[in-house]
């Protein structure tokens, strides 16, 4: 009987995180941290999450601060029309889509975040 080698995991990388649980420093953030963020709160990131992710990294970029919900949901209706909106949003990160989104993405807690 021949054994099957085992998957490697990627190893896991030590973050500094603040008092909210948002990366110390964003400059550091990369799709690793991401996933191993969010797998420590219970979540594996799949393609609607990433693309809230990188829609949120996006706005903040260009604005300064993360979107609005209002936004993200007129947003996440033309990423997807047939299931966009809080909804949905909610179903992809129950605790919050806009703080979550920030969280995984390397980016401060809004400050308008409870």
Not at 21 to 41: E, F, M, N
């Amino acid at each position: 009987m021949t054994e099957k080698p085992l998957k490697r995991q990627p190893a896991m990388q030590h973050v500094e995180l603040d008092a909210d649980g948002h990366l110390a420093c964003g400059a550091r953030w990369s799709p690793q941290i991401a996933r191993q963020l969010a797998a420590a709160d219970g979540i594996e990131l799949k393609e609607g999450h990433w693309w809230l992710i990188d829609f949120v990294r996006g706005y903040h970029q260009r604005y300064g601060n993360p979107p609005l919900m209002r936004t993200l949901v007129a947003a996440s209706r033309q990423f997807d029309a047939e299931n966009g909106g809080s909804r949905w949003l909610y179903r992809l990160f129950p605790g919050g889509p806009v703080r979550l989104a920030c969280k995984y993405g390397g980016l401060p807690k809004p400050d308008w975040c409870l």
